[in-house]
């Protein structure tokens, strides 16, 4: 899909009123190991929230379910009462029941008192962006949806958003709500979603890749590296150079919990990826 207008254009609107920059910024390594409990370094935690904004961050993604609760509360903590234009986008539809485990629960109770939870924790009247975690499979998706839509009307949430859907799933969703956003794990070797990727370029919705760089692919590595070194970059950095620049409704949260790791991440907007690089890049083609 890479286009000439996807790097030129640094920022993307969500609906019709959001206007953020493309390079944002993930907040579930500000916790503990496993995303559980509050982080090692809670001052560095704080100082990344607060320098990412200094670098124009302007839309942070965040959930209920990361510590449970603590970065939501971080964020809160780091930067309110937020500057103007700050976008701060959360989810809800998962438990915790401990370190690395993720029941999903996306009935309506549960995400009334989610949603009523982030709303506390953030300080907020309303979520600008709130996205459904998971589609619950115990749950009829209609039952799930309805809840959004009645939460979008009583003014608790402005826009929403889906995340690990497929097309299907989001016309679905689209009988009830507008669907502004969807998350789903997309990198430069994992492509599973693509036909996803598209759908929302078509339909001007932002698409936001978790787990941009898919570490254990040997190939794909060594491609990366290539063309790190020809930029004198990392190869995270051009996997997120790659993102950006193929399609223009991708939109990049990447996450740390350093400053100095934050700040290389920034640094990936500089990076211009010629064709040989893109042509390079393209050929990883794992579709797992």
Not at 233 to 256: C, D, E, R
Request: net charge negative.
């Amino acid at each position: 899909m890479n286009n000439d207008t996807a790097l030129s254009e640094k920022t993307f609107k969500i609906g019709n009123d959001l206007t953020v920059n493309r390079l944002g910024y993930g907040a579930m390594r500000i916790t503990g190991k496993g995303i559980w409990g509050p982080p090692d370094d809670k001052a560095e935690a704080i100082k990344v929230l607060k320098r990412a904004v200094e670098l124009g961050v302007n839309f942070i993604d965040t959930a209920d379910s990361y510590g449970p609760n603590v970065s939501e509360e971080l964020i809160a903590e780091a930067l309110y009462p937020y500057p103007d234009g700050l976008v701060i986008a959360t989810k809800g539809g998962l438990l915790r029941t401990g370190p690395d485990e993720w029941p999903v629960n996306s009935h309506p109770d549960h995400l009334k008192e989610a949603l009523e939870g982030s709303l506390k924790r953030l300080k907020l009247d309303q979520i600008d962006l709130y996205q459904l975690h998971r589609i619950d499979p115990k749950v009829p998706a209609e039952k799930t949806f309805e809840f959004l839509k009645q939460a979008q009307q009583n003014g608790k949430i402005k826009h929403i958003g889906l995340s690990e859907v497929s097309v299907e799933d989001i016309k679905l969703a689209q009988t009830f709500f507008e669907v502004v956003s969807v998350q789903n794990m997309y990198s430069v070797d994992n492509r599973k979603w693509e036909a996803v990727l598209n759908y929302c370029n078509d339909n001007n919705i932002a698409f936001i890749p978790w787990f941009p760089l898919n570490a254990g692919n040997v190939a794909s590595q060594e491609k990366l590296k290539k063309v790190a070194d020809k930029h004198n970059a990392t190869v995270h950095q051009v996997a997120l150079a790659w993102l950006l620049n193929h399609s223009p409704n991708i939109l990049l949260i990447p996450g740390t919990s350093s400053v100095n790791h934050l700040e290389e991440n920034m640094k990936a907007v500089d990076i211009t990826l010629d064709a040989d690089d893109i042509d390079e890049l393209n050929s990883i083609s794992s579709q797992q």
